[in-house]
C-alpha cells in the first residue's frame, strides 16, 4: 500500500492533507522521516504522524445503548446523533443496522461491514427484533391472534409478518418483529386501537442488549455475537 494511503486510511484524512503533512515531515517509517507518498509500506512498519503511530482501522461491530432524543443519523439535526457519542475514527464510515426512532432507547447496532448489516435488517432473513412496549390503554384481547395473522397497516399493500407477543401487564407488553416498516411498532398498534408511549428495544436475533450499559453507553460486541448473525 502507498504511504499516503495508508495515512488516509488511518486517520481519515484527504489525499491531498496527507501529501501535506508528508510535506512538512510530520510522518516517520520507522524512526526515519519520509516524505515521499508513493513509497510501498507494509504491516510490519511502525509508522508515526507527529509521533503518535498509525494504524488501519478494522471493521468495528458496535452495541450500543441508544438514549432518548437522539437520532440514528450520520448528523445532528433536530437532535444529536447518536455517532457524537462514540469515541471513534471516521465516524462517517459507520452505518446503523436498524435505526431506532428519536425518542426510541435501546439496542442499536453500528457498523461499517455492510454483508453483515444486511443479514440483521433483511426481512428474508427473519432476524427477530424484540421491543418491550409501553402502552396507553390496556391491549385488546384478541391481540396476540391478530399480530400472528398480520395487520394490515395504513399505506401499505401487505399484510405485517407473523409478529409474536407476550403480554407483561395490561398496558406492557413484549413484542418480536422481523421486519423493519417506518414507525412499524406504532403504527401495528395503532392498528389495534392503541397507542405506544414508552418503545425499547432488547435485542436483535440472538444479540441482547447489555444490561451493563446505561443509556449513552456502548462496547464492541463479542466474537460470538457478530457470528450469530448468519
Same mark, same amino acid.
Given at each position: 500500500?502507498?504511504?499516503?494511503?495508508?495515512?488516509?486510511?488511518?486517520?481519515?484524512?484527504?489525499?491531498?492533507?496527507?501529501?501535506?503533512?508528508?510535506?512538512?515531515?510530520?510522518?516517520?517509517?520507522?524512526?526515519?522521516?519520509?516524505?515521499?507518498?508513493?513509497?510501498?509500506?507494509?504491516?510490519?512498519?511502525?509508522?508515526?504522524?507527529?509521533?503518535?503511530?498509525?494504524?488501519?482501522?478494522?471493521?468495528?461491530?458496535?452495541?450500543?445503548?441508544?438514549?432518548?432524543?437522539?437520532?440514528?443519523?450520520?448528523?445532528?439535526?433536530?437532535?444529536?446523533? $447518536?455517532?457524537?457519542?462514540?469515541?471513534?475514527?471516521?465516524?462517517?464510515?459507520?452505518?446503523?443496522?436498524?435505526?431506532?426512532?428519536?425518542?426510541?432507547?435501546?439496542?442499536?447496532?453500528?457498523?461499517?461491514?455492510?454483508?453483515?448489516?444486511?443479514? $440483521?435488517?433483511?426481512?428474508?432473513?427473519?432476524?427477530?427484533?424484540?421491543?418491550?412496549?409501553?402502552?396507553?390503554?390496556?391491549?385488546?384481547?384478541?391481540?396476540?391472534?391478530?399480530?400472528?395473522?398480520?395487520?394490515?397497516?395504513?399505506?401499505?399493500?401487505?399484510?405485517?409478518?407473523?409478529?409474536?407477543?407476550?403480554?407483561?401487564?395490561?398496558?406492557?407488553?413484549?413484542?418480536?418483529?422481523?421486519?423493519?416498516?417506518?414507525?412499524?411498532?406504532?403504527?401495528?398498534?395503532?392498528?389495534?386501537?392503541?397507542?405506544?408511549?414508552?418503545?425499547?428495544?432488547?435485542?436483535?436475533?440472538?444479540?441482547?442488549?447489555?444490561?451493563?450499559?446505561?443509556?449513552?453507553?456502548?462496547?464492541?460486541?463479542?466474537?460470538?455475537?457478530?457470528?450469530?448473525?448468519?
Amino acid at each position: 500500500m502507498r504511504l499516503d494511503k495508508f495515512i488516509c486510511e488511518s486517520t481519515g484524512l484527504t489525499r491531498a492533507l496527507a501529501k501535506r503533512v508528508l510535506k512538512q515531515g510530520e510522518i516517520t517509517v520507522d524512526g526515519e522521516v519520509v516524505k515521499d507518498a508513493s513509497l510501498k509500506v507494509s504491516p510490519a512498519m511502525v509508522i508515526c504522524l507527529e509521533g503518535e503511530p498509525l494504524s488501519l482501522i478494522g471493521i468495528r461491530y458496535i452495541m450500543m445503548h441508544k438514549p432518548v432524543d437522539t437520532l440514528c443519523s450520520n448528523v445532528d439535526e433536530v437532535y444529536p446523533s $447518536v455517532l457524537t457519542l462514540l469515541d471513534e475514527p471516521l465516524l462517517d464510515r459507520l452505518h446503523f443496522a436498524g435505526r431506532l426512532d428519536a425518542d426510541t432507547t435501546g439496542l442499536l447496532l453500528i457498523t461499517d461491514d455492510g454483508q453483515w448489516s444486511h443479514k $440483521v435488517t433483511s426481512p428474508k432473513r427473519e432476524c427477530g427484533k424484540r421491543y418491550r412496549i409501553w402502552l396507553a390503554e390496556p391491549l385488546v384481547a384478541d391481540a396476540e391472534q391478530q399480530l400472528q395473522h398480520g395487520l394490515e397497516l395504513r399505506g401499505e399493500s401487505e399484510l405485517t409478518r407473523p409478529a409474536q407477543l407476550q403480554r407483561i401487564s395490561d398496558t406492557e407488553v413484549l413484542l418480536t418483529i422481523t421486519e423493519g416498516k417506518y414507525h412499524q411498532v406504532k403504527r401495528m398498534f395503532a392498528a389495534l386501537g392503541n397507542k405506544v408511549i414508552g418503545l425499547h428495544r432488547e435485542a436483535i436475533g440472538a444479540i441482547e442488549l447489555d444490561a451493563a450499559l446505561t443509556e449513552g453507553e456502548w462496547r464492541y460486541l463479542t466474537d460470538a455475537e457478530i457470528a450469530s448473525v448468519g
